[in-house]
């Protein structure tokens, strides 16, 4: 099991799938060479450098944590069952009931369609929240995820932070 990197009141909870092999190994999220995540992160705006998944410690500081769908690692995300993915969006919901994060970034649309019932979701911003906190989905950042590069994960990661800066700037003027 890989701890969740958590504090009061993020502005941002990404949420992975499951840890993969080398996460469980190292302990730390995102972890094998070759994800995305960390890169995306940075060049999205969201750290001002590249950290790396020991340094996964310095998210709150940002306003940022990690947490995962299902807590038992893989070697894919495929090897998931839909049980465990419909039993970790109910305790993932009341994880964020807990944490209150301003916005539930799920990376990877599939385990967010399956896990929330939410068959027709497409990537960004959802409608229903999570545990009361609004939800936009990401793609997985897993290299296995061709679909989409680095630089189209960062931009949609952009996207989010441009989103959460509003929220933030809105909740200054209320």
């Not at 993969?20 to 450098?49: D, I, K, Q, V, Y």
Request: glycine share 10%; aromatic share 8%; charged share 15%.
């Amino acid at each position: 099991m890989i701890d969740d990197v958590l504090a009061p009141e993020l502005d941002v909870l990404f949420c992975g799938i499951n840890p993969g092999l080398m996460s469980e190994a190292t302990g730390h999220h995102f972890a094998r060479p070759g994800n995305r995540f960390w890169p995306a992160l940075h060049l999205s705006g969201f750290t001002p450098r590249l950290l790396a998944p020991a340094e996964q410690h310095l998210l709150p500081s940002y306003g940022l944590g990690i947490t995962n769908i299902v807590a038992r690692p893989s070697a894919k995300a495929s090897e998931l069952t839909k049980e465990e993915l419909v039993e970790g969006g109910l305790a993932l919901a009341a994880k964020v009931a807990a944490a209150t994060p301003t916005v539930l970034a799920v990376l990877g649309i599939s385990a967010y369609r399956t896990a929330f019932a939410r068959p027709k979701a497409r990537i960004g911003l959802q409608a229903e929240p999570v545990g009361g906190a609004r939800v936009w989905v990401l793609p997985n950042p897993s290299g296995l995820n061709a679909h989409w590069t680095l630089a189209t994960i960062a931009d949609e990661m952009g996207r989010l932070r441009g989103y959460a800066a509003y929220l933030a700037a809105k909740s200054w003027v209320q």
